[in-house]
């Protein structure tokens, strides 16, 4: 068994997304809490922690170079690989002469005991799986993740997050909740509701729920205190959880940004139906931002989109193009397809050349990127933005509608990082609007 090395120092590296980044943090602070020490940089540290994603091929590719770089940075440490890339591909990171302890996926918890690491439990040991154990009270970064939800059992064709986090679990609300006002007392003021697929949320959970209840509670027990004060952003959202429901919800709220990102990952009919997510139509979600707008007349809307994938004709590229076109989209992560190991895509027939699958997504990208452009125009012209502030030094961070801005200090006014300052939009400069700051600590 591996133990800590005699530099009880620790550093982690994170690739992927907020729920990497939340366990990540829930991961560092238990450690501290066992009284070792998190290096700044990988070169001091006596163990170098990552955490790892696969769900593309670029993800994985990443994660091979990080590790060789880290190994160069410090031949001396112990460099152990946990996350969504050592469930899958385990053996092939074991076999890398630089990695010297894999932690799959499943394992992850067990890193809450401390930087000494357990063999995995036999077979006949497995319990009914139940959420993680990650609690946070702290986050690195300005906005605050906050993980209400872990795994999915969907099963998308294209997707290998099942293979990675298993099936769909929820957290208790009340830990969320109390998670939540944790971090707000600790003055955080924004934080990110974030899950694997947020629209199985609290179906296993002793007396179901969804989602949208789960949102009603949170602003039944915090907005009284904090409305005004803070805000809420929603993770990535499914078109098929967007309904009467969450309108309700929604057009209620006194802490959620007005901001949006889906799980969209096409605009046509029949590539949504092999890829397996046939429950809802791309019709579905131009009629709920319809119906959205009677609240919310401006909001930033992103999207995660997939092109070229297996089948995926020119017309109905063409289709999901147009759809987008017409989508008031303010960004997007916009991906070729990447075959991934054990899904059923990855056994499709009519793979497109990966020519193709590149061009027709810088193609989308350059559409999105005009219209992310154009929005920024008109938020430029508003006569107030309320941005949390990401750097104290430079000012800069992201506005209700998650546009970036810089904010310019005023005579007598302090940037606090994580704080939230109204501020006046001047001007666009180096891809982000430039904002006057209209007073210290003013409230959202």
Not at 296 to 308: E, K, Q, S, V
Request: charged content about 25%.
């Amino acid at each position: 068994m591996p133990h800590f090395p005699a530099n009880k120092t620790f550093h982690v590296a994170t690739l992927g997304c907020k729920i990497n980044q939340y366990e990540s943090e829930a991961i560092a602070e238990a450690w501290r809490g066992k009284g070792f020490a998190e290096a700044d940089d990988a070169a001091g540290a006596g163990v170098l922690l990552v955490n790892s994603c696969a769900v593309t091929g670029r993800a994985v590719s990443d994660l091979r170079a990080l590790v060789r770089r880290l190994r160069l940075q410090n031949p001396a440490a112990r460099i152990v690989v946990t996350g969504c890339a050592a469930q899958v591909l385990s053996a092939e990171l074991s076999a890398m002469p630089e990695v010297d302890e894999v932690v799959p996926q499943d394992r992850k918890a067990a890193l809450l005991s401390g930087p000494l690491f357990a063999p995995a439990p036999p077979a006949a040991a497995a319990v009914p799986r139940g959420f993680p154990p990650f609690r946070i009270g702290s986050f690195r970064r300005a906005r605050a993740v906050v993980k209400v939800q872990d795994g999915c059992s969907h099963h998308c064709t294209y997707c290998i997050v099942p293979l990675t986090r298993g099936g769909s679990v929820s957290r208790d609300p009340a830990e969320a909740v109390d998670e939540m006002r944790r971090l707000l007392d600790a003055g955080y003021r924004e934080l990110v509701l974030s899950g694997v697929n947020l629209r199985q949320y609290g179906a296993d959970l002793p007396q179901p729920l969804d989602f949208w209840d789960l949102l009603a509670r949170v602003e039944a027990e915090l907005a009284p205190q904090w409305a005004g004060r803070a805000r809420l952003r929603l993770s990535s959202v499914e078109p098929g959880q967007l309904g009467a429901k969450a309108l309700d919800v929604l057009g209620a709220s006194r802490l959620v940004a007005p901001h949006l990102h889906l799980s969209l990952q096409s605009g046509d009919a029949a590539v949504l139906r092999r890829m397996g997510r046939g429950h809802y139509r791309p019709e579905q979600v131009r009629e709920f931002l319809t119906q959205l707008a009677r609240f919310w007349p401006r909001l930033g809307l992103g999207a995660d989109l997939l092109t070229g994938f297996p089948g995926e004709t020119e017309e109905q590229f063409e289709n999901s193009y147009a759809f987008c076109r017409e989508l008031p989209l303010t960004y997007a992560h916009v991906f070729p397809y990447s075959p991934r190991p054990g899904t059923a895509a990855s056994r499709l027939a009519d793979p497109l050349p990966k020519a193709e699958r590149t061009a027709r997504a810088a193609r989308l990208r350059g559409m999105i990127e005009a219209k992310k452009r154009a929005f920024q125009k008109e938020l430029a012209a508003q006569p107030r933005l309320t941005v949390l502030v990401e750097s104290a030094d430079s000012g800069q961070g992201v506005c209700e509608f998650y546009a970036a801005c810089r904010v310019e200090s005023a005579p007598g006014v302090a940037l606090r990082a994580g704080g939230l300052v109204r501020a006046r939009p001047v001007e666009i400069a180096g891809g982000r609007i430039v904002c006057a700051a209209l007073g210290e600590g003013a409230p959202a």
